[in-house]
């Protein structure tokens, strides 16, 4: 009788325990040039959630979408807004590294999971790993030591190299020069939002380097791709990129992006089940081709929706709920899928083309693997 009772007494409790409703914070870049970035981390969670009848791991979910304007300042407020008055278990952000870098400690600190689709600076992969920090996307660096990688092999001589001055910038310079062994002609770093690189352009005529790399996110893909290809240097230079031709920003660039490379760990393109279904769900809905952003979204609804799922709902238990998340008991997209002991992804890596499909629309297709099953540099400085 006492077993009995003590079975039901556990039963109750941890019912009691499992939450009624779920709510999750979005952090996404909604305005100016880069709202397009935003744009598709949301438009891939919410299609996620769709899928999912509006629960994710079988509860009921709440999601507060809000914008970070590209701002760190602002990004921290509305953070904290999610933390404190919406009372959010969950934080999913965001784009850029530099919104990242406001809000990693005060969600951390507050023991609220924050899962990055897209941002993944060095700065979070070492030392400041975190036990309540994951990432659906990559370590900054991995998307650029592919590429460096690419231009060892193909015998590139000289590189030309220009990204934005920020983390991720920065990250993207190391990144490739972790391969690439070549002559860097020049490294340039320009403002964050730039509009006019016609002096980038000049110098880049002069230097006579084989190869261009860039990381130009956003507006700032579409301006240059336009500027670099009615220069006449794409007959004269490769084009070696990371998020700058891609599905965010070819609606814009079109011919002019056409045959100009970058490297992820996914493209539309790439021949899995799931990810065919995912493409042609998310083109039926919202009428454009999603690109790795809306992917690394939806993957971060999957891999909650798994954790709360294996804890039965009861969002309470933080170490249960991280074992649950560094499980990761879920089909990613991209295929092979797991968590470093810094909670960054272990993946493959590709070489991707931009093309145009019989449709006319332009996306990025897969040329060749680059790296099987890659970790990032700064998992060995992780102490968890």
């Not at 990242?100 to 897209?118: D, H, Q």
């Not at 403002?191 to 000049?202: Q, T, V």
Request: aromatic residues 12%; proline residues 4%; negative net charge.
């Amino acid at each position: 009788m006492k077993k009995i009772l003590g079975a039901l007494g556990a039963a109750l409790l941890a019912t009691s325990a499992q939450a009624e409703d779920l709510k999750i914070g979005l952090v996404v870049t909604l305005s100016g040039p880069p709202a397009v970035l935003g744009k598709q981390i949301e438009d891939g969670f919410k299609l996620a959630l769709e899928k999912m009848d509006g629960k994710i791991g079988g509860l009921d979910t709440e999601l507060i979408v809000v914008d970070s304007e590209l701002k760190p300042d602002v990004a921290l407020t509305r953070v904290k807004g999610l933390l404190e008055k919406d009372e959010v278990d969950f934080v999913v952000g965001s784009v850029f590294s530099n919104v990242l870098g406001a809000i990693y400690k005060p969600v951390t600190r507050s023991e609220t999971f924050l899962i990055s689709p897209n941002a993944g600076p060095s700065t979070v992969a070492g030392r400041n790993c975190s036990p309540y920090f994951f990432s659906t996307s990559y370590q900054n660096n991995q998307n650029f030591e592919a590429l460096g990688q690419h231009a060892q092999e193909q015998g590139i001589k000289s590189v030309f190299m220009m990204t934005p001055n920020y983390q991720a910038g920065r990250d993207a310079v190391e990144g490739f020069k972790k391969y690439f062994k070549g002559e860097i002609t020049d490294e340039v770093y320009t403002p964050l939002g730039h509009k006019d690189f016609s002096p980038e352009i000049a110098q880049m005529s002069t230097s006579d380097a084989e190869a261009l790399f860039t990381f130009m996110p956003g507006g700032m893909g579409v301006r240059f791709v336009k500027q670099f290809r009615e220069s006449g240097l794409a007959d004269k230079m490769k084009f070696l990129s990371a998020f700058t031709v891609d599905e965010a920003t070819l609606p814009a660039q079109k011919d002019a992006a056409l045959g100009f490379f970058g490297a992820t760990s996914w493209a539309p393109s790439l021949d899995l089940p799931q990810s065919k279904e995912f493409v042609a769900a998310f083109e039926e809905k919202y009428g454009y081709i999603p690109g790795g952003f809306a992917m690394q979204a939806y993957d971060a609804a999957q891999l909650i929706d798994s954790a709360v799922k294996a804890v039965d709902g009861n969002l309470s238990d933080k170490d249960a709920l991280r074992k649950a998340l560094e499980a990761a008991d879920f089909q990613s997209l991209r295929g092979d899928f797991s968590f470093n002991n810094n909670h960054f992804p272990i993946q493959d890596f590709y070489l991707l083309r931009v093309a145009q499909r019989e449709d006319g629309k332009y996306w990025t297709e897969i040329d060749s693997k680059i790296f099987d099953d890659y970790t990032d540099s700064f998992a060995a400085e992780c102490k968890m």
